[in-house]
């Protein structure tokens, strides 16, 4: 409950997540079918980049302070949903970003535990017939909410990883929605320290049995300090055709763009799990 993503927005992890999260929301939009995305782990929505919170870490100006002049590339359309939502005064959270990217056919199901980031966020879609906002834990929504009627969509998960078990919890929460909903597209973020709870989570997956999985992952220093967060990576059930060859594309732009040329950065894509 103490958690607040106001004093990291915009930084390097987010424009890892968000830059893949659109690559993942172009791909579903290429079937005509409607889709439903549910985001487990919503925050406000958007951002304040002059508030007090963001000005006293200023992790954006690292991150997606860096990316607003781009125009071509792989990071292109993302650095335009920020511009567009208001970037550099505010920067836009995974509902916003997926927001600008529903079709009218389509839904997104927002859940925030947090109460003055469940407030802010269902002011912000209160009159939006495309959007629900939920004020419930993230790991029960993940079996109250699934599968969708739709029957195709995107469950995102994003936990603050301030409490112990985390790690087990995403891997439980992938193998739960794969039980319920075996078609849905999973994508799970994870904060990369140092290398031992990232082995640990792969393992766990491997155990539960998933099929299908990506791990794609950015590292801007060797990650050895487990006090620091050196890089992080975004887990993928059920990547759409394609996606593995879109990441790389997009981690090695944002390791150029981010990256200061510190000792072991890099960025991978790699099997978890074959199909």
């Not at 958007?46 to 919170?53: C, H, I, T, V």
Request: with cysteine; proline share 8%; hydrophobic share 45%.
């Amino acid at each position: 409950m103490n958690y607040r993503h106001a004093f990291h927005a915009g930084n390097f992890a987010d424009c890892m997540k968000h830059a893949l999260l659109v690559r993942l929301l172009r791909a579903l939009a290429r079937k005509p079918a409607p889709f439903r995305v549910l985001d487990t782990h919503a925050g406000a929505g958007a951002y304040d980049l002059g508030s007090e919170e963001a000005r006293r870490g200023g992790e954006w100006q690292a991150g997606v302070g860096r990316l607003l002049d781009t125009t071509e590339g792989p990071l292109a359309e993302y650095a335009a949903l920020a511009r567009d939502a208001g970037a550099p005064a505010r920067y836009p959270g995974s509902p916003a970003l997926v927001r600008a990217l529903l079709r009218p056919e389509d839904r997104l199901v927002c859940v925030e535990l947090h109460p003055e980031e469940h407030a802010a966020l269902r002011a912000r879609f209160r009159a939006d017939p495309q959007v629900a906002v939920h004020r419930r834990d993230a790991w029960e929504a993940l079996r109250a909410l699934t599968p969708f009627p739709e029957r195709r969509g995107l469950v995102l998960m994003d936990p603050p990883f301030e409490r112990p078990g985390e790690f087990e919890r995403v891997a439980e929460g992938l193998s739960l929605v794969s039980r319920r909903f075996r078609g849905a597209v999973q994508a799970a973020w994870y904060p990369i320290k140092h290398r031992a709870p990232v082995r640990g989570l792969r393992a766990m997956v491997e155990a539960t049995g998933l099929r299908d999985v990506v791990a794609a992952e950015l590292w801007l220093r060797e990650p050895t300090d487990p006090a620091r967060l050196n890089g992080c990576g975004l887990l993928v059930a059920n990547p759409p055709w394609g996606f593995e060859t879109e990441a790389g594309a997009i981690l090695a732009a944002l390791l150029d763009r981010l990256g200061a040329g510190e000792p072991g950065q890099g960025w991978a894509v790699t099997r978890v799990a074959e199909e």
